[in-house]
T-cell receptor
């Protein structure tokens, strides 16, 4: 069974631009959660999608948004990028019961 | 919401010694407590988990204990090896709600 796939692996953007990150969960998993990981703040929960609906949301500004498609693939969008948005963005796929979360390798975003 | 605190932030042990990482959580309704290991350049990997109806769980050299009354849980690694060196995260969640993570512990096992 293939694992969680995140694309791209690395991204460099300029302040003010927007970016879209993609996550394909494990086949059969319907839940996708997004996390921001920085050295200072650790793993911060962004939001979770289940069956194309946002089920939970963390404390991030409206510049951070996401969506989930009917095949459970999810995208995360960050608009008007700031230097502080530089981080590793991780996606986690959940199975039945949703409690076990399996992470992808992440997308490392650098904002310059 | 749930708040998870993790200690220590760094831990250095000699190969063969034991390592213990501790976490506390704030919401008594939390009922699922996983531990993740993150190696350099990789996403976190689930290594062991425990649910609130169990007090202890073992998997080879790794064990997790849960004290619901005190709202803390711990990861125990015995006979540590250099390949155990990584960042370890604890987490807590309440059923279907979002999972909250501790700040992480960087474990170094010296050969």
């Amino acid at each position: 069974k293939a694992g969680v796939t995140q694309t791209p692996r690395y991204l460099i953007k300029t302040r003010g631009q927007q970016v879209t990150l993609s996550c394909s969960p494990i086949s059969g998993h319907r839940s996708v959660s997004w996390y921001q990981q920085t050295p200072g703040q650790g793993l911060q929960f962004l939001f979770e999608y289940f069956s194309e609906t946002q089920r939970n949301k963390g404390n991030f500004p409206g510049r951070f948004s996401g969506r989930q498609f009917s095949n459970s693939r999810s995208e995360m969008n960050v608009s008007t990028l700031e230097l502080g948005d530089s981080a590793l963005y991780l996606c986690a796929s959940g199975g039945q019961g949703r409690t076990e979360a399996f992470f992808g390798q992440g997308t490392r975003l650098t904002v310059v | 919401g749930e708040n998870v605190e993790q200690h220590p932030s760094t831990l250095s042990v000699q190969e063969g010694d034991s390592a213990v990482i501790k976490c506390t959580y704030s919401d008594s309704a939390s009922n699922y407590f996983p531990w993740y290991k993150q190696e350099l350049g990789k996403g976190p990997q689930l290594i062991i988990d425990i649910r609130s109806n169990v007090g202890e769980k073992k998997d080879q050299r790794i064990a997790v204990t849960l004290n619901k009354t005190a709202k803390h849980f711990s990861l125990h690694i015995t006979e540590t090896q250099p390949e155990d060196s990584a960042v370890y995260f604890c987490a807590a969640s309440i059923g279907d709600n979002d999972m909250r993570f501790g700040a992480g512990t960087r474990l170094t096992v010296k050969p």
